[in-house]
């Protein structure tokens, strides 16, 4: 058991740097959206296209939405 700890509390050193540039705010800090598959693709290919991701669409998208709605953008 202290292993199976132990494995899960230490990162390897390249994700350790990786993670030093995230907002410790942002860590596990998910939301789920369920969709159809049709849009799913969608969004896949949008990202594909757009050099992106599909995390980094629905988050431009929330931030137009709450900008629409005079609420701040989130970070």
Request: net charge neutral.
């Amino acid at each position: 058991m202290a292993e199976s700890v132990a494995k899960l509390t230490t990162a390897p050193a390249d994700k350790a740097d990786d993670l030093k540039e995230v907002d410790p705010g942002t860590v596990g800090a998910d939301i789920l959206y369920r969709t159809n598959r049709r849009s799913r693709d969608m969004l896949k290919r949008v990202a594909i296209d757009e050099q992106s991701s599909v995390q980094a669409i629905i988050h431009e998208a929330l931030n137009d939405w709450l900008i629409k709605r005079g609420r701040p953008p989130m970070s």
